[in-house]
T-cell receptor, first 114, second 112 residues
């Protein structure tokens, strides 16, 4: 199993450009999510999906779009990049583990917007 | 809303020292509590968890006890190693939800 994979690892964008961060998992997990990690802020939930065709907003969804056409893939789109979106982005998938869920994180994408 | 507060870092220790990283939470009901670890250049990994009051989670020599009376879940290890250098995140989830609320993270550096 590759687990959760993310591409690219690093990306530099100019303000106003758009791009898609890719995320894939091969564990057949129904739940997937995107977080951003900023210094001194911990991780904040951007969007999540409980299964193919179902997505919902997290804590900080503005400026991002998602879709979930398959169980395996959950891409994150930046529509018009802004410097405030400079961050490290983590994708995660999760499986039930007793009464909770265990989340598996990808290695992250470091995005810089100039 | 729910929130998690962790002690500010960074924390620097010598090898074999005792480690405590404080974590307190604010939440309604009975959340599940977690510690995640992030090694340099990697994503987060689950370190341990506890799902009800007085539960003790443990893994790799780390322990944390769910204290409802003090709304705390402090992480401890009796003897740290250089390989424990990482960022540690306390987190909670509510009612079996997959969504996690994270603290800000505490960076630990262990020197030989």
């Amino acid at each position: 199993n590759a687990g959760v994979t993310q591409t690219p690892k690093f990306q530099v964008l100019k303000t106003g450009q758009s791009m898609t961060l890719q995320c894939a998992q091969d564990m057949n997990h129904e739940y997937m999510s995107w977080y951003r990690q900023d210094p001194g802020m911990g991780l904040r939930l951007i969007h999540y999906s409980v299964g193919a065709g179902i997505t919902d907003q997290g804590e900080v969804p503005n400026g991002y779009n998602v879709s979930r056409s398959t169980t395996e893939d959950f891409p994150l789109r930046l529509l018009s990049a802004a410097p405030s979106q400079t961050s490290v982005y983590f994708c995660a998938s999760s499986r039930p583990d007793g009464s909770t869920y265990e989340q598996y994180f990808g290695p992250g994408t470091r995005l810089t917007v100039t | 809303g729910d929130s998690v507060t962790q002690m500010e870092g960074p924390v620097t220790l010598s090898e074999e020292a005792f480690l405590t990283i404080n974590c307190t939470y604010t939440a309604t009901g009975y959340p599940s509590l977690f510690w995640y670890v992030q090694y340099p250049g990697e994503g987060l990994q689950l370190l341990l968890k506890a799902t009800k009051a007085d539960d003790k989670g443990s893994n790799k020599g780390f322990e944390a006890t769910y204290r409802k009376e003090t709304t705390s879940f402090h992480l401890e290890k009796g003897s740290v190693q250089v390989s424990d250098s990482a960022v540690y995140f306390c987190a909670l989830s509510q009612g079996g939800s997959e969504k996690l609320v994270f603290g800000k993270g505490t960076k630990l550096t262990v020197n030989p």
